[in-house]
Structures are given as C-alpha cells and as structure tokens.
C-alpha cells in the first residue's frame, strides 16, 4: 500500500464520527491487527480494545471485521477515484507493512 493511500485511509477514518482511540484502533483494524497486537501496541487491555471495536462497530452499523475492512477499501477507491464509483471494481484488502 502506497503512503498516498495510507493517508487517505487515515483521512477517511477521521471522518467517521469516532473518538480519537476509536482512531487509534481503527487504523489498526484495518491494518489487520488482531485484537491482542493492538492491546500491545496502545498500551491497553483486550477487553478495552474489544470495547472499542464493539463501539466502532455500532457506530458504522456493522458487526464484523469483514465488513468493516471492505467499507473501508470501498471508501479508499471511491477517493482516489476522485470520488466516483465504477460498480465494477473489487477493491483491495488494505494490510499495513508489517515488520
């Protein structure tokens, strides 16, 4: 994934209407973290990441993570497609580079 469409995912998930660690866990999320990599990372409990997840979800009116990735990507192609949408395209997973 290129930084251009990093930051527009950045950038679509500040525009969801979520708390600044609902965010934080969403850019994980949709990096493909597991629920345990993101409790290391932000310094916090499973469960509280869990908590989070659930209010992201509800929010977004959805209910997994599945989903939750492909209406991110649905969102990062209608970007830089400069806002349209073909119905025709499948867009890709986004997956941060893991080291």
Known sequence: ???NSKK???KIIKGLALSSREEEVAMWLASGSSNEEIATVL???VNTVKFHVK???NKLGICNRTTFIFKINEKVVQKLQGGGTSGHSRPEVYQANRT
Do not use: A, Q
């Open 8 to 10: 527009v995912v950045e």
């Open 43 to 45: 310094g916090i409990s």
């Open 55 to 57: 209010n992201i979800y």
């Open 1 to 3: 994934m290129s930084v």
